[in-house]
């Protein structure tokens, strides 16, 4: 029997998703091409434990967290923050969901990175608490203080002008 069998079925069906997580944990389409080809590597090695009783989606999810907060914490990766454009002195046409899409990327840029995964499991990928803080090795009680934390920061940095 074939160790990795399965995997490349998991990794086809399962790739754009966590490519999609990966992204909104890095804000950045290199950086999140790279993240998830870490995470994996990670899966591949744990695969014939995986594959008999585990949830691989479970543990690469879990997984392309714990990376980022780690690459940032060790290796200081700035996630980028873009400007604004501003549209009404340009003279462009807009459309107001780009913008506040804009607007949202702009703010999460700016979160910690714990605080922008439990955004990202809690609100983009719909995970409860209890899924939540055990993707993040935290408790319950962790994840809804430091989400009220993050949606504050949030509504502070996204311009109010953006949701009139």
């Known amino acids: 029997m074939d160790r990795y069998e399965g995997f490349h079925e998991f990794v086809r069906t399962r790739q754009q998703s966590l490519m999609r997580t990966a992204y909104l944990l ?15 590597t990670r899966v591949a090695s744990h695969w014939a434990k995986l594959a008999k009783g585990g949830n691989p989606e479970a543990y690469a999810r879990k997984a392309l967290v714990n990376q980022t907060i780690s690459w940032r914490k060790r290796k200081r990766i700035e996630l980028p923050e873009a400007e604004l454009p501003e549209f009404a002195a340009s003279g462009q046409p807009h459309d107001e969901a780009t913008v506040r899409r804009l607007a949202l990327l702009h703010a999460l840029a700016r979160l910690t990175p714990k605080q922008r995964a439990l955004i990202v499991l809690r609100f983009y990928e719909d995970r409860t608490e ?13 994840v809804k203080s430091q989400t009220h934390y993050a949606l504050s920061k949030l509504r502070a940095l996204v311009p109010q002008e953006v949701y009139r």
């Not at 890095?26 to 999140?32: D, E, F, K, R």
């Not at 209890?130 to 962790?142: D, W």
């Open 26 to 40: 890095t804000g950045n389409a290199h950086l999140a091409e790279d993240l998830l080809q870490t995470v994996l």
């Open 130 to 142: 209890h899924e939540t803080a055990q993707l993040m090795g935290v408790s319950v009680g962790t």
